[in-house]
């Protein structure tokens, strides 16, 4: 896959996630994707992925839900695209509220689909957004932390120390 495939791809994928299309945007994945949430969860396979969108994603979210991808490149393998979505919160503690959220995206790729997905973005500014108290969102935070810590590939980064250039 080359950056205009990918962006083929960006299109079909936020399409779907902005209409709330759950088999739409799982048909984005292979058959064993994965789609790595820092909200919901990891969800396996296309018939979690479609769950997680149209009943999770757009239950929260909404019919506002808006989410732009920008700036993608892609080598064939691993592709990243900056990120900003936006949505009008229906849960019940933040309902009516406007959250805006940058991110940025990596995509595995194989076989011209998405077989691994996950984010970066900054889940305390949308918490702030949303009006956590703060007991909530420090809870939360500390939460993301140990999660963070605990990956084998954080694990891995700490071991092996500062290389000398």
Known sequence: MNTVEFEAL???FSGA???GDGPAFAECFT?????????????????????MMSDLFHRDAGPDY????????????????????SFTSRVPDFAGRQVVID?????????????DYSESVNGGVAMVQLGVAAPRLEKVLQ??????LEQPATQA?????????
């Not at 994965?34 to 769950?51: E, K, P, Q, S, W």
């Not at 939460?143 to 963070?148: A, G, I, K, M, Y």
């Not at 980064?157 to 250039?165: D, P």
């Open 10 to 12: 960006l299109k079909r």
């Open 103 to 115: 991110g940025m995206s990596r995509f595995a790729l194989r076989d011209g689909l998405i077989c």
């Open 66 to 85: 808006r989410w732009e991808m920008f700036e993608p490149v892609c080598n064939g393998r691993i592709a990243y695209a900056r990120s900003l979505s």
């Open 31 to 51: 058959a064993d994707g994965v789609y790595h949430d820092y909200i919901y969860g990891d969800h396996t396979g296309r018939a979690d992925i479609a769950h």
């Open 157 to 165: 980064f700490l071991a092996r120390g500062k290389s000398v250039v």
């Open 143 to 148: 939460r993301w932390s140990r999660q963070l």
């Open 17 to 19: 996630a902005e209409r």
